[in-house]
């Protein structure tokens, strides 16, 4: 299925964001936010299926043909969640819903919480909050992160002979994805270079991070969070694996079959995800 898009840029003053627009002008106004290393193909399948929606799919910063951060600086999520909200600035939205996948869902479920005038609905796809860390272990990951910040000036992204190659090697990525949807990512996710094609992705989304919350702050997150919330969980995705998490969420939950790219690897997971998110959508 396909569906007229839009290719936008929006101008936020500190950064550049490049972004697919999809829908009615009419439509519910949702920002949607895909996943680490991804980018605005993410939701190429998902979109098409969805009713009544004007959606803004940002590259995040960093990704695809959105602008990288300074020298100097990495990628923290109070700092995306910041993007989001120039970005409904930009737009005029005073109030609009997230649509999140993975990363994109982490991101949506902070801003949701923490401004909680602002956002309308969650629609979260196999993503909720961020990976965590103890409390006494802050000083060792501190230490790792800026030793690996300080070591990235030596690397050197990989170089693909063409873009097949590229998509292949994302197939076998740190989260496997079909074919298909390795495809339609590396399309928006490459750049020419000398001898072949390299991810257009910032090197610094690879770092290790220097802070992360504890478990008891992530929670608080979400039990802050006060707009209606739907979480699609993949059966065979990340979230799956954590069932005493789900059972005391204050959020509708549904599990569809598939991993956690199920809104792209295939056709058919895409339609499954839209149906739920229709119905989500159009419950008064």
């Known amino acids: 299925m396909s569906l007229a898009v839009e290719e936008v840029r929006l101008n936020l003053g500190h950064i550049e964001l490049a972004a ?26 998902l979109a098409p299926h969805l009713k009544g ?30 993007d989001i909200v120039q970005v409904a600035e930009q737009l005029g939205w005073q109030q609009f819903s997230l649509l ?14 923490s401004l909680p005038e602002r956002v309308t609905r969650l629609a979260l ?20 992160a800026l030793q690996a910040q300080a070591a990235l000036a030596d690397k050197r992204k990989p170089v693909y002979r063409d873009q097949s190659h590229a998509a292949e090697v994302r197939m076998r990525g740190v989260v496997a994805v079909s074919r298909e949807a390795a495809q339609l990512l590396a399309q928006r996710g490459l750049m020419p270079v000398p001898g072949g094609y390299t991810w257009r992705s910032d090197s610094r989304l690879t770092l290790p991070s220097a802070i992360r ?10 039990d802050s969070v006060r707009c209606p919330t739907q979480l699609i969980v993949a059966a065979e995705g990340i979230l799956a694996q ?27 997971g895409a339609r499954s ?11 008064p």
């Open 100 to 113: 999140g996948h993975s990363l994109g869902a982490i991101i949506s479920v902070i801003l949701a919480a």
């Open 125 to 144: 796809i196999d993503g909720l909050m961020p990976m965590t860390g103890e409390a006494d272990s802050m000083a060792e990951r501190m230490g790792r």
């Open 20 to 45: 697919h627009l999809f829908g009615p002008e009419d439509g519910q106004p949702v920002i949607a936010l895909h996943g680490w290393l991804d980018n605005a193909n993410s939701f190429a399948r």
């Open 273 to 283: 995800v839209a149906d739920c998110f229709n119905r989500f959508f159009a419950t």
């Open 242 to 268: 954590n069932q005493t998490l789900l059972a005391g969420l204050p959020f509708s939950v549904s599990t569809l079959p598939g991993g956690h790219h199920l809104h792209l690897n295939e056709e058919e």
């Open 213 to 222: 919350l504890t478990r008891e702050q992530a929670l608080s997150f979400i």
């Open 53 to 82: 929606l004007r959606i803004v799919a940002l590259d995040l910063a960093g990704h695809g043909h959105s602008g990288h951060r300074p020298p100097g600086v990495t990628y923290n999520l109070a700092d995306y969640a910041y």
